[in-house]
């Protein structure tokens, strides 16, 4: 399947061949032509899949067919839970318009001076994304005129509606023609979203596409049980020292944990910066510069901060504090393996938070391995979670939810690490060290062995406290 077929034109073929993208993503392949007709559309897709293309592509098609009428007014809106991906949004659809010509994009976020998007807004608009706060301002001081929308784009709509937009989004919706198509794509498709939805499309077709299992079958997932937070900062450090670590993006609770933690990676010599939301534009737009170009290899984020970050060479996610909610999990792993690459997400967990990591394994339908690092081992055993109260099946594609049982039989947990090469880095001498076992390859983890292999495919270390199950599911799981 090519983009032609899905019914593109040769101006925006050209341009996503210029980029290296020439095949179509399920979510595209599914969304381009509905939209392309006309369809009002309800997506469920995440980040990461090509949704942008999705949107974009079919809506940046349409405007090209009423060429040489400049002056018509914003004929795209997209709506972006913040700052970062509603800039990520426009900065895509530069490169997809690249060979219409005159195509005017524009871009209004909060945290940003008024003067510029003032200035901009003066001037014709074709394409606008914008942050909802931002925009209502322009609406009420009447310098964005939203009559002669044709095609509302909802990105990240569940997002939006976490955020408390939704008034917001009813009054920018109320300022759009009610005969404009409208295109919703959101992770999740229930609750608030549902209401959203049944408001304001107008029959629209549903797409759901790809299980977040699927999605992220090129990211290897690790777990790393520590006694305390001086225990998870040798494991980060260890980690962060990975010979095969291009950049990573660590997650912490909040913003002072998050400019906390950055100082003490920068006292240990990593290139780091810190991302939230307590930073003003300026800084959060000049530390997504120095990531994007490679100067900072460590970028210290929050969820909020560092949703919608999409730079290729974040080879590692490291979660050190977990997410409130099991569902960001997914959006913060998704940060790596980026455009078809493979990637590492480490969870970093305290024993007290099993019932947490089992509420993601639920979430994501499968186990986490938990792992150990030679040197490194938490003194404190850690039953495994996931297997502990095996359910059934989650049909693909469908919505987890607590009632519903998905456990699904044989689903595949990622097993074939690189990280087991012998290339491992070694690490600094540490408290934990001196009660490391003398099995395995010093300074790898150690992830479990599969059935039937028993030292598993690359040896693992013995642990301490071995109580490993000989049969289950996962016999081998969390062998400390
Ligand atoms: P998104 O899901 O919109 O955040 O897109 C994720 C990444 O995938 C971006 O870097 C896009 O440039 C890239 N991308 C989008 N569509 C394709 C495609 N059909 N083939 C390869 N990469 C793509």
Redesign the pocket.
């Known amino acids: 399947m090519s ?1 032609e077929t899905l019914g593109l034109g040769p101006e925006l073929v050209s341009a ?1 061949h210029e ?7 399920p ?2 392949a599914a969304a381009i032509p509905q939209a392309l007709a006309g369809r009002d559309l309800i997506v469920s ?10 949107f974009m592509l079919p809506a940046l098609e349409r405007l090209s067919h009423h060429s040489g009428t400049g002056g018509r007014g914003v004929q795209v809106l997209v709506l972006a839970p913040t700052r970062e991906l509603a800039m ?2 426009a900065d ?1 659809t530069r ?1 997809y318009s690249n060979h219409l010509k005159q195509l005017r994009v524009a871009t209004v976020v909060g945290g940003m001076p008024y003067g510029a998007q003032i200035k901009s807004l003066a001037r014709r608009v074709d394409v606008l994304v914008a942050t909802p706060g931002r925009l209502i301002d322009h609406l009420q001081a009447r310098r964005v005129n939203l009559s002669t929308v044709q095609a509302l784009v909802l990105d990240e709509a569940d997002r939006m509606l976490d955020m408390g937009f939704i008034e917001d989004i009813e009054a920018i919706v109320s300022r759009t023609p009610e005969t404009r198509q409208t295109l919703l794509f959101s992770a999740t498709l229930d609750g608030k979203v549902a209401h959203l939805t049944a408001n304001l499309l107008r029959d629209p077709q549903r797409i759901e596409i790809a299980p977040t299992q699927k999605d992220h079958s090129n990211i290897q997932q690790h777990l790393l049980y520590a006694d305390d937070g001086s225990h998870k900062r040798s494991l980060l450090d260890h980690l962060l020292r990975d010979p095969d670590l291009d950049q990573a993006i660590v997650f912490t609770a909040t913003k002072h944990g998050a400019d906390e933690l950055a100082g003490h990676l920068s006292d240990q010599g990593f290139p780091v910066a810190a991302l939230h939301g307590d930073m003003n534009q300026r800084q959060r737009t000049r530390t997504m510069e120095l990531l994007q170009k490679g100067r900072v290899r460590v970028l210290v984020a929050t969820d909020v901060a560092a949703r ?1 970050i ?1 730079v ?1 060479a974040i080879s590692h996610v490291v979660n050190f504090d977990l997410p409130m909610q099991a569902e960001d999990y997914v959006h913060r792993i998704g940060r790596t393996g ?3 690459r493979s990637g590492q997400a480490f969870t970093l967990a305290v024993p007290a938070e099993r019932h947490k990591i089992r509420r993601i394994e639920h979430f994501i339908g499968h186990a986490i391995p938990a792992e150990t690092i030679q040197g490194l081992e938490p003194k404190r055993a850690v039953r495994p979670t996931y297997k502990d109260h095996p359910r059934k099946a989650r049909p693909q594609g469908s919505r987890p939810t607590t009632k519903t049982p998905w456990h699904k039989e044989g689903s595949a947990v990622e097993n074939k690490s690189p990280w087991h090469k012998d290339s491992a880095a070694p690490r600094a001498k540490s408290p934990w060290q001196k009660d490391a076992n003398a099995a395995g390859a010093k300074g790898r983890p150690a992830r479990d062995s599969r059935p039937g292999k028993p030292n598993g495919k690359h040896g693992s270390a013995q642990q301490p406290h071995d109580n490993r199950r000989s049969a289950g599911r996962y016999p081998q799981q969390a062998s400390y």
């Open positions: 983009f996503l980029q290296g993208i020439d095949t179509p993503t979510v595209q897709s995440q980040t990461g899949s090509g949704k942008t293309a999705a990520q949004v895509a490169d919608g999409d290729q980026r455009a078809g």
